[in-house]
T-cell receptor, first 114, second 110 residues
Framework: EAQVTQNPRYLITVTGKKLTVTCSQNMNHEYMSWYRQDPGLGLRQIYYSMNVEVTDKGDVPEGYKVSRKEKRNFPLILESPSPNQTSLYFC?????????????FGEGSWLTVV | SQQGEEDPQALSIQEGENATMNCSYK?????LQWYRQNSGRGLVHLILIRSNEREKHSGRLRVTLDTSKKSSSLLITASRAADTASYFCATDEGNYQLIWGAGTKLIIKP
């Protein structure tokens, strides 16, 4: 089954404790991205990757890091989480970059930073 | 930056009625997409409409695009309880990145 899988789905962590949210897709998609969703603000892109070893900042990259060493994986790293990073995070992929491509989303990761 | 803005923010209708939600945007676009999100879940693609298209259908969904008014509408006919969800439009700004609106929350009352 074609899917985007992200883990963990739910996480409560403390300020400053590094964490990684993993993301994997099995559709051989070139383009992957991370979003955060906050009430009333819609989806905001954090980082995106057009292909292996190619990453770029989205609209809200501060406090986050990513890497794309393999085509299928695109982990999101919070080096020193803060309470304002409490949010619902989505990993997504599409065959290529470009607004004419369907985006496939993971089920989301609820992150709480206390 | 927020390109697409949905209207209304929330909509509550009786099961069986039609639901219409709108998306307005500010600049020229190449494509516009609609997605559905069930509560707390991932978004699911519904329809993509290109700038040279005026209307597309998919089952009970009908999407229109009026580039002169910079707006799109999503019509769900004969609504069902399972249609309860948030609906998002996403547009580009003439480039390749999608920008998302804040969504319309649709509630279907039994």
């Amino acid at each position: 089954e074609a899917q985007v899988t992200q883990n963990p789905r739910y996480l409560i962590t403390v300020t400053g404790k590094k964490l990684t949210v993993t993301c994997s897709q099995n559709m051989n998609h070139e383009y992957m991205s991370w979003y955060r969703q906050d009430p009333g603000l819609g989806l905001r892109q954090i980082y995106y990757s057009m292909n292996v070893e190619v990453t770029d900042k989205g609209d809200v990259p501060e406090g986050y890091k990513v890497s794309r060493k393999e085509k299928r994986n695109f982990p999101l790293i919070l080096e020193s989480p803060s309470p304002n990073q409490t949010s619902l995070y989505f990993c997504a992929s599409s065959p290529r970059s470009g607004s004419g491509n369907t985006i496939y989303f993971g089920e989301g990761s609820w992150l709480t930073v206390v | 930056s927020q390109q697409g803005e949905e209207d209304p923010q929330a909509l509550s209708i009786q099961e069986g009625e039609n639901a219409t939600m709108n998306c307005s945007y500010k600049t020229s676009i190449n494509n516009l997409q609609w997605y559905r999100q069930n509560s707390g879940r991932g978004l699911v693609h519904l329809i993509l409409i290109r700038s040279n298209e005026r209307e597309k259908h998919s089952g009970r969904l009908r999407v229109t695009l009026d580039t002169s008014k910079k707006s799109s509408s999503l019509l769900i006919t004969a609504s069902r309880a399972a249609d309860t969800a948030s609906y998002f439009c996403a547009t580009d700004e003439g480039n390749y990145q999608l920008i998302w609106g804040a969504g319309t929350k649709l509630i279907i009352k039994p």
